[in-house]
């Protein structure tokens, strides 16, 4: 199959993203405008701007639409709070299915606030960053209410993307256990999780090359000889085929205990690569949900990647036509 083959063949596909959804708060301050306080010495952020996108598996979720496919189910908890209401909002318009996203009264909504401060030139400076986040294990109450969730759509969907990245996030021990089931039972599912790679079965693993060597407890390494000892391990584990992405060098695959190197897109200039995890996360998904080749599906990984780590100061995302100006020759 061609790239654009492969990728006109996603419209059909119904996509399920399950973990840890987050929003993420650029506010964007003007000190030019800035008076010092009469209560505190301290001159306050005039904030002239804000703006609000859609982080983790909200990211994920954008990247996955941007590739129009039939339908993208969000699913997971926000908190009872403004924050929840603002990620579900962004994510309604964005396009996102998100009637499977739980609002529960016990959680805090995932939350990056990142103060940007200008002033009389063009230099941008970050503060530190604000965050909300769980800091006590998801609820059986949760659990139970995710769980119905999973099991309502699962029937209907042709792919689900796990994105496991909080320590108290929504994935669960009895969460992974449903994945794993689920892909026991013959859905395909793609995960990326930070912390907890190793633990799943029957499913197809894209770890970071940090990851992979955790979760086997190597000495962590980027080098593609030592990845390549490495990868048949994990899919030994798994029963899967096998991705490990290493960042400039692009991924390695692994399927049937041989390993092939798809080498990155070489960018010249400037690069953001914050989010080029979950974009290549989207493609690869998208690209084995429509039939693809794991080596056609992990080189669109890498097309999709290069595309947005060309957009600044933005996790940004990828369309079909951007990914397909990458891939020609
Ligand atoms: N400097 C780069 N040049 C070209 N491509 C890159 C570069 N960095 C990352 N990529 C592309 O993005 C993919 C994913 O990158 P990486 O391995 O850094 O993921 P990650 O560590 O999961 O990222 P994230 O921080 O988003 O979780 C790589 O496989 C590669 O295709
Ligand atoms: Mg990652």
């Not at 805090?108 to 103060?115: D, E, G, R, S």
């Amino acid at each position: 199959m061609d790239f654009a083959a492969i990728l006109q063949s996603v419209c059909k596909l119904r996509i399920g993203v399950i973990g840890d959804f987050c929003l993420d708060v650029y506010w964007h301050a003007d000190m030019r405008r800035s008076e010092l306080s009469r209560e505190t010495p301290h001159f306050p952020l005039p904030i002239v701007e804000e703006r609000l996108s859609p982080g983790g598996a909200g990211n994920v979720a954008a990247n996955l639409y941007a590739l129009r496919p039939a339908t993208v189910h969000c699913i997971g908890l926000v908190g009872r709070d403004w924050r929840g209401s603002a990620l579900l909002e962004t994510l309604a318009a964005i396009g996102t299915d998100t009637s499977a996203l739980i609002v529960s009264p016990n959680r805090v909504t995932n939350t990056y606030i990142k103060p940007l401060r200008k002033g009389l030139t063009d230099v941008v400076y970050e503060d530190p960053r604000l965050d909300f986040t769980n800091y006590t294990p998801t609820s059986p109450e949760d659990e139970r209410r995710l769980v119905e969730a999973l099991e309502r759509l699962a029937s209907e969907l042709d792919v689900l993307c796990v994105c496991d990245q909080m320590p108290f996030g929504c994935i669960t021990p009895m969460i992974r256990q449903h994945i794993i089931e689920l892909g026991k039972n013959g859905l395909t599912v793609l995960v990326d999780s930070r912390d907890h790679i190793g633990e799943y079965r029957h499913v197809i693993i894209k770890p970071n090359a940090v990851e992979a060597c955790r979760a086997l407890n190597l000495p962590v390494t980027t080098e593609i000889p030592l990845l390549f000892q490495a990868a048949p391990s994990l899919e030994k584990l798994t029963g899967k085929p096998v991705i490990i992405t290493d960042g400039e060098q692009g991924c390695i695959i692994c399927e049937k205990g041989v390993c092939t190197h798809i080498p990155a897109v070489k960018v010249a200039g400037e690069i953001d690569i914050c989010g080029a995890g979950d974009t290549f996360l989207s493609a690869f998904s998208c690209a084995i949900g429509a039939g693809a080749s794991l080596q056609d599906a992990a080189k669109l990984g890498c097309y999709a990647s290069a595309v947005t780590i060309r957009k600044l100061k933005t996790t940004g995302t990828a369309s079909p036509e951007e990914i397909l100006n990458v891939a020609k020759p």
